[in-house]
């Protein structure tokens, strides 16, 4: 049982192999954090850590639900104003339960086990005499991950309504010191950089306030102790299962730092009638004793195999050749058929028409909204076109962007009022397009019966859900004047219901998740759609850098990655074709190209891309990810990641330099996730050597392959003169102690 309550000291600690995270129960009925991080003995008390409130001091300790007002003047974590207008609250302790398992929160995204033995649930309740307000902090703690997911729900017990001002979904209280905080920031294109900066006093945060998480920033915070690498220290992750509005803040004090994360109370309120509550999202904490790396992989194997969901999300994905580079809105289904038959004789397996195939939609300034296929383009429909891409033996896949609407459109025409605005003000122009309010349940269920007519129609295998604009004039058509604090989150609501509904009504669609790439690239995404277009870019140094960053928190199978034309469209930059599948290999693969515009070479090598990726699919999609060599740090201009197996029997490396010089230095790169005392042939992919294929090897000790190095060759040891933006990769096998006399060397 990982879930321990020692009842002499008020204390509950939650534990597993890999962290232990203890609550003391105070008198005053405030739960405070006494421990979180590496395991320690659940039958011990550990009160001593954080020393209890002395009468003298109003300033409590370490709350787990900091509320203003009563001797905390910290970032709150609740603020629930009463009729009175008073947000003063004396939570006092109540009780508490431990389950087995895991359950459900209503309406929103979360992760969940598959047995009770999975997992255990602590529910802590709280109660305010005064107001009513029932408030239960909510802990799950997984036997196998280093991962506790914490909400809250408040419920008003009381006879008169309330106003939750502010709702986190948790709030850490950790001990000060110096800390570096890391935040995945960015903005359109350029999504997922990591951003590393000292803990300063006060307060420091990322979040977003436009309707969706953002490609500004990522719902995720990593704090480290400063000397914290890949491999050693103590790393904390706090992450948002929520794909709307958020905070993510850390508080730096004299003596102790508060990170909390949730909804954004920026542009959130919530009202609680008599009986009413409301449960927040998720947050998902995580403890690495080990570095960075064993944080995020923690994160991979619960966002791939505990928040992913359905039949997609154990498959192996396909690839797939995406119409948008290749033709844009310019096509017929001429055009199209042929761009499947040569996809299909690259070894593609799923063929996605991109926007462009609804009813006159030539650009982007019409037609969302009306889902009904365009004869101009496809006199046969989707049905015809997809039976077509079917009998060529590929799956077919279409391109959506249900939660918007053209203002040139059916829908807008019949349901104008169905558009976000503030009545009154002028609507903020963005991409020709409005958001649809999908705080209303008719809007929720007219883009349902919408979105299954269509799916139903044609046999649409895949379905990329777009999002393409951030929501202004905030405004819920049907939200009485004091609801409309909640309309934010109600949006959100209604895009989960809508993805729910969707989803099971389809289970064997595919969803990807896209918000003009990575806009809305998050763990509440995830739970609806097992992958995600990354970003917009797919320029492959840009790629390195976003893939790099989102690969802290998310896992290669959730990171769509496309080989696209060069020059490339969104930077001008031209890198060889190796180069662009070498990067795109490491997350789940796509091409986004004309392959008949290529010359024949061009094709073969997009021919061997795509078999070596499903030789190694498994490996690259389900294998753990290393990150090696950081483009962030370092003189910036190189950068490695490697999948191995988790038998450590195979792994692939990737190694990229961004520009050549002139005498270029040979690399050590130290592996990862490599048995020591095991050998392992180590060859190049696609062979370096003209005319030695795939062949060379070397064999080479894992003891060497980690404590040593990979050896990159530099250009004085005759290593390849790639020019600018080269990329190496190695496959690695173990094998079984067979000596292997004078195997070539790998140039
Ligand atoms: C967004 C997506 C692109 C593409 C276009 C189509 O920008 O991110 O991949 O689908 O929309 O309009």
């Given amino acids: 049982m990982p879930i321990h309550h020692l009842a002499s000291a008020g204390e509950l600690h939650l534990r597993n192999e890999q962290l232990s995270y203890v609550l003391r129960l105070s008198p005053r009925g405030r739960p405070e954090l006494l421990h979180f991080g590496g395991p320690i003995d659940p039958e011990l008390s550990h009160g001593h850590l954080v020393p209890p409130v002395v009468a003298w ?10 509320t203003p007002g009563s001797g905390d003047f910290g970032a709150p974590a609740l603020v629930l104003e009463q009729a009175d207008g008073s947000s003063t609250l004396e939570l006092a302790y109540v009780g508490h339960r431990i389950l087995a398992g895991k359950p ?18 602590l529910e802590v309740e709280l109660a305010d005499a005064r107001s009513g307000a029932r408030v239960f902090l909510v802990y799950t703690v997984f036997r196998d991950l280093a991962v506790v997911a914490r909400h809250l729900r408040v419920v008003n017990g009381g006879d008169a309504p309330l106003t939750l001002r502010c709702a986190m979904s948790a709030s850490v209280d950790l001990p000060g010191g110096a800390w570096e905080l890391t935040q995945l920031s960015g903005g359109w294109a350029r999504e997922c950089q990591v951003v590393r900066r000292p803990v300063a006093p006060g307060s420091q945060s990322i979040g977003s306030l436009r309707g969706h998480s953002s490609h500004h920033h990522n ?30 803040e850390v508080e730096a004090s004299a003596d102790k730092i508060r990170a909390r994360i949730g909804i954004h109370p920026g542009a959130f309120s919530w009202k609680l009638a008599p009986g009413e509550e409301l449960c927040t999202p998720e947050a998902i904490l995580a403890y690495s004793a ?21 039949p997609w999300r154990d498959r192996p994905r396909p690839v797939l050749l995406n119409s948008w580079e290749a033709v844009y809105c310019d096509f017929d289904e001429e055009r199209l058929l042929r761009l499947a038959a040569e996809a299909r004789d690259l070894g593609v397996e799923l063929f996605v028409l991109d926007d462009g195939w609804f009813l006159g939609r030539d650009s982007d300034q019409t037609s969302l909204g009306d889902w009904t296929p365009d004869p101009r383009k496809l006199p046969g429909g989707l049905a015809r076109l997809g039976r077509a891409v079917e009998a060529m033996g590929l799956g077919f896949g279409i391109w959506i962007e249900p939660e918007m609407v053209s203002q040139r459109s059916q829908l807008f025409a019949a349901h104008p009022d169905w558009a976000i605005g503030s009545p009154g003000r002028t609507r903020t122009e963005y991409r020709h397009q409005r958001v649809l309010d999908l705080s209303r349940p008719e809007v929720v269920e007219w883009i349902f019966q919408a979105i299954a007519g269509l799916l139903r129609s044609a046999p649409i295998r895949y379905v990329k859900w777009d999002m393409n604009r951030s929501i202004t004039e905030p405004f819920g058509g049907m939200l009485p004047a004091e609801r409309q604090g909640e309309f934010f989150h109600r949006y959100v609501l209604g895009v989960y219901a809508l993805y729910r509904r969707l989803a099971d009504a389809f289970p064997e669609v595919l969803f990807e998740s896209c918000s003009s790439g990575g806009g809305r690239f998050d763990p509440g995404m995830l ?24 690969s ?12 696209s034309a060069v020059p490339n469209h969104q930077m001008g930059r031209v890198t060889s074709l190796e180069t662009r599948g070498a990067v795109a290999f490491f ?29 190694h699919r498994e490996l690259l999609q389900r294998g753990r990810f290393f990150r090696l060599v950081s483009p962030f740090e370092g003189d910036r201009n190189h950068a490695s990641w490697m999948c191995a197996s988790r038998d450590a029997q195979r ?21 990862r996730g490599l048995d020591p005392a095991a050998r392992y042939r180590v060859s190049a992919w696609p062979g370096s050597e003209p005319g030695a294929g795939g062949d060379a090897f070397v064999i080479r000790g894992g003891d060497e392959l980690t404590r040593v190095g990979l050896l990159i060759p530099g250009e004085s040891d005759a290593g390849p003169r790639q020019g600018d933006f080269g990329s190496r990769l190695f496959v690695l096998e173990r094998c079984w102690g067979v000596p292997v006399p004078h195997p070539p060397v790998i140039p």
């Fill in 57 to 66: 001091c109003t300033e409590p300790g370490r709350p787990e639900c900091p």
């Fill in 290 to 310: 080990e570095g960075r790396g064993a944080l995020s992989e923690a994160y991979h194997q619960l966002f791939r195999e505990r928040l992913a969901r359905g």
């Fill in 527 to 550: 739970a609806c759609a097992p992958q995600a277009w990354t970003s917009d870019c797919t320029d492959a140094m840009e790629r390195l850098a976003t893939q790099w960053g989102a």
């Fill in 587 to 615: 997350g789940v693969l796509g091409y986004e190209l004309d392959p008949g515009a290529l010359e024949d070479g061009a094709r073969a090598i997009l021919r061997d891309q795509v078999a070596f990726y499903k030789a």
């Fill in 651 to 671: 792994a692939i490396v990737g190694y990229y330099r961004v520009l050549q010089h002139v005498g270029e230095p040979s690399h050590l790169i130290r592996l």
């Fill in 219 to 248: 719902p995720l915070l990593i704090l480290e102790r400063g000397d914290t690498t890949e491999e050693r220290g103590d790393a904390y992750g706090l992450s948002l299962v929520y794909s709307g509005n958020f905070l993510a």
């Fill in 552 to 563: 802290l928190c998310y896992p290669l199978s959730s990171m769509g990655a496309h080989v």
């Fill in 104 to 121: 459900a929160i209503p309406g929103l995204p979360s992760t969940y086990v598959e047995r009770d033995e999975e997992a255990d649930t």
